[in-house]
């Protein structure tokens, strides 16, 4: 097999049994975790199945790279997925979309929450990805999840589609925040929860260039000059990552 198809394949493969181990743990669902559980999250399932696994050893910023980066072995320890998705509440019968979807790090995570999860990306190569993960998810789930390729300006919803809106690590990367939270907006429901996760300031040792980053005071103001309302603000529940729940009135 060619050495990139080999890789592709593989990450494919983690992929799938980190949904598969992720869709078994929801089966077994445990009473609500506390405050002080959450922040011992263990590392995520997919870091033990990954072990056999070879790394991509392709240049850097390939897709191969951006893949390993993503679906690192150790995200799982300070991402704390599982924590991050409870702040949405209970999922059962709502619409959740994930923008900036990447690998679906957190899309498939959320799936057999939900009614429906849409993994949307501006990047054909992460729609490509995840819709070869998604043919490979029990059949039960299959049908709870789409991706959705989206304009750079635009994340694609219908009008009010959306329930829940998750951004994880991509804020920063949208242009003219303010136009797109107005786009967004259209797209959720009424009562509809945003989620936005991304890196804090100081040059940390995991995520972008602090000139990549969007503060979490400015990132409050364009939430709140476009309309929506601030439920929740957590810098320290993440080591490098704050956390603002919003909501659209
Ligand atoms: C750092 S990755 C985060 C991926 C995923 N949310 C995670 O936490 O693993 C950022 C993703 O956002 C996507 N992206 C960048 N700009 C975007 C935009 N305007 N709309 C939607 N996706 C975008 C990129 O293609 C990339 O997949």
Redesign the pocket.
């Known amino acids: 097999m060619h050495q990139v198809m080999r890789h592709h394949y593989h990450f494919s493969l983690f992929i799938l049994l980190l949904a598969v181990f992720s869709a078994c743990r929801e089966e077994s669902a445990s009473p609500p975790e506390s405050p002080n559980s959450l922040m011992r999250e263990q590392p995520a399932p997919a870091a033990k199945v990954s072990d056999p696994l070879p790394l991509p050893k392709t240049g850097e910023g390939s897709f191969e790279n951006?893949v390993a980066d993503?679906e690192s072995k150790d995200r799982g320890i300070w991402q704390k997925p599982n924590m991050v998705i409870s702040l949405l509440g209970d999922l059962e019968g709502k619409t959740v979309a994930?923008?900036?979807?990447?690998?679906g790090?957190?899309t498939f995570r959320m799936v057999p929450k939900a009614k429906k999860v849409i993994g949307?990306?501006?990047?054909q190569r992460?729609i490509d990805f995840m819709d070869s993960v998604k043919v490979r998810l029990d059949v039960r789930y299959r049908d709870r999840f789409e991706t959705r390729l989206?304009?750079?300006?635009d994340?694609l919803l219908r009008p009010e589609e959306a329930d829940a809106v998750?951004?994880?690590?991509?804020y920063g990367?949208?242009?003219n925040r303010g136009q797109?939270l107005k786009t967004l907006w259209k797209g959720m429901a009424p009562g509809g929860r945003l989620l936005i996760i991304d890196f804090k300031k100081n040059n940390l040792p995991i995520g972008p260039p602090d000139e990549f980053k969007v503060s979490l005071s400015q990132a409050e103001r364009e939430l709140l000059s476009s309309g929506f309302s601030i439920d929740r603000v957590d810098q320290d529940a993440l080591d490098y990552q704050y956390i603002i729940l919003a909501e659209k009135p």
Do not use: E
């Open positions: 951006l993503f994930d923008i900036g979807a990447g690998t790090y957190f949307i990306d501006i990047d992460f989206a304009k750079a300006d994340p998750v951004l994880v690590n991509t990367y949208i242009k797109y």
